[in-house]
């Protein structure tokens, strides 16, 4: 089955740490993104990426990275400069020319302890 | 101001109850309407999309877009208890790539 594969599902952090969250989809989309989701707000983009090898910045980048070195694949790295981490995060795909329909993962819990 | 408006909840209904559920938008330039369901501890999935003003329907679910007033709806019919969820609008420019999210509203359907 086609889909997107978000691991692990949930993960905790230590203060001062970097954790990587991996995002892998089979849809053979080449569009990726990542979402941060907090209680009573509306997701944030973090990152996204149209092709491989290119990503850009979304509404709040600051303290997170991501690479994209595979079409299948879009890990999403939450550094130590991110200040407030404790999020659910999730990852999602979408044809390039349209994401009027985005495929999503199943989610990250973060939790810094 | 938030570009997109949305009551976060949560709106409690009894089962077989229509559902209206509802979201503002300040830009016109929005042209891509997309609603989302989202259950406890789950990523989102796509219910319906609609482009520009009118009115979508897709079994027990109907999607409205009023462009005028800058407002679209999500009415749920015979409402069941599996439809149960939290509930995102979401929005995208004409020629755009960054989709803009509501909140999300909490529904229970009630047996």
């Known amino acids: 089955d086609g889909g997107i594969t978000q691991s692990p599902k949930y993960l905790f952090r230590k203060e001062g740490q970097n954790v990587t969250l991996s995002c892998e989809q089979n849809l053979n989309h080449d569009a990726m993104y990542w979402y941060r989701q907090d209680p009573g707000q509306g997701l944030r983009l973090i990152y996204y990426s149209q092709i491989v090898n290119d990503f850009q910045k979304g509404d709040i980048a600051e303290g997170y990275s991501v690479s994209r070195e595979k079409k299948e694949s879009f890990p999403l790295t939450v550094t130590s400069a991110q200040k407030n981490p404790t999020a659910f995060y999730l990852c999602?795909?979408?044809?390039?020319?349209?994401?009027?329909?985005?495929?999503f993962g199943q989610g990250t819990r973060l939790t810094v302890v | 101001q938030k570009e997109v408006e949305q009551d976060p909840g949560p709106l409690s209904v009894p089962e077989g109850a229509i559902v209206s559920l509802n979201c503002t938008y300040s830009n016109s330039a929005f042209q891509y309407f997309m609603w989302y369901r989202q259950y406890s501890r789950k990523g989102p999935e796509l219910l319906m999309y609609t482009y520009s003003s009118g009115n979508k329907e897709d079994g027990r679910f109907t999607a409205q877009v009023d462009k005028s007033s800058k407002y679209i709806s999500l009415f749920i019919r015979d409402s069941q208890p599996s439809d149960s969820a939290t509930y995102l609008c979401?929005?995208?420019?004409?020629?755009?790539?960054?989709?803009?999210f509501g909140a999300g509203t909490r529904l229970f359907v009630k047996a």
């Open positions: 999602a795909s979408s044809i390039r020319e349209s994401n009027t329909e985005a495929f």
């Open positions: 979401a929005m995208v420019y004409t020629g755009g790539f960054k989709t803009i």
